[in-house]
């Protein structure tokens, strides 16, 4: 239910609203498959610092907004979630019968797959960004310029 609350409801939301709601309900998946993969003895410890590493750089490139910050929390997010992934899809592969909840495994491997491509295109669109701001005449006031408008002569 999360996962559809991020896929689409988030993108229909104004760009001023989105903050801190759509971050409590991404890390109430990171929490949610932490959890799941806790059962998963051999998992559990590097799942769970994988978690709390993601959580605590995502929270800190809220508050800091900072670039550095926005790198390392995505790319922490994209091997958070293809970690998940690979958990699901080795358990649904392990599965000797199909039921609801192999299916639903199999729906939420599809929709964290979509997040990871999401995130992906994220990175790519943060670090493709700041040179081509930059560049532009007159610079940029946003936060990926390296040169600010008043600078401009």
């Known amino acids: 239910m999360v996962l559809l609350i991020l896929l689409v409801v988030a993108p229909l939301l104004p760009a001023e609203r989105v903050g801190y709601e759509v971050e409590f309900f991404f890390d109430l998946v990171l929490i949610t498959g932490a959890y799941s993969a806790a059962w998963q003895t051999r998992h559990r410890f590097p799942f769970l610092a994988l978690t709390v590493a993601t959580l605590a750089t995502r929270w800190t490139d809220m508050v800091l907004n900072h670039a ?20 699901i899809v080795a358990a649904l592969f392990r599965m000797e019968r199909i039921d609801t909840n192999a299916i639903l495994g199999a729906i939420v491997a599809y929709m964290l797959a979509a997040v990871a491509f999401a995130s992906l295109f994220e990175l790519i669109e943060l670090t493709s960004r700041a040179p081509s701001r930059a560049s532009q005449p007159g610079g940029s006031s946003d936060k990926w310029s390296t040169r600010s408008s008043t600078s401009a002569s």
């Open 68 to 87: 550095g910050f926005s790198l390392v929390s995505i790319v922490l997010v994209v091997l958070w979630l293809v970690y998940a992934i690979t958990l």
